[in-house]
Nanobody
């Protein structure tokens, strides 16, 4: 069974940085898409970034372009989300999600089948 575990969240001041990690296991296919989502209190879950294992292509929501970077370490089965220049509006619970069904970059939560437990990011002075 596919399992995803996020880590790296915490409290950081505006302008600071955090690196989130997603440890993946149980995949029976070498082809998958990994997405990072976030959900702030009282708001809908939104897609932040995603990455395709087939060619390494990536997607970013406009609000994080130039600040966040998604990457992977295939040898360690890890996907990272490097978050720089953090803003208070980035505060949310961040989730790692995976799909073995889609072959394209998709920021819709409904396209993903497996989810981690979430890691909380708080940006505050």
């Amino acid at each position: 069974q596919v399992q995803l575990v996020e880590s790296g969240g915490g409290l950081v001041q505006p302008g600071g940085s955090l690196r989130l990690s997603c440890a993946a296991s149980g995949f029976t296919s070498d082809y998958y898409v990994i997405g990072w989502f976030r959900q702030a209190p009282g708001k809908e879950r939104e897609g932040v970034s995603c990455l395709s294992s087939s060619d390494g292509s990536t997607y970013y929501v406009d609000s994080v372009k130039g600040r966040f970077t998604i990457s992977r370490d295939n040898a360690k089965n890890l996907v990272y989300l490097q978050m720089n220049s953090l803003k208070p509006e980035d505060t949310a619970v961040y989730y790692c999600a995976a799909s073995a069904r889609i072959w394209y970059l998709d920021s819709s939560a409904g396209s993903y089948d497996y989810w981690g437990q979430g890691t909380r990011v708080t940006v505050s002075s």
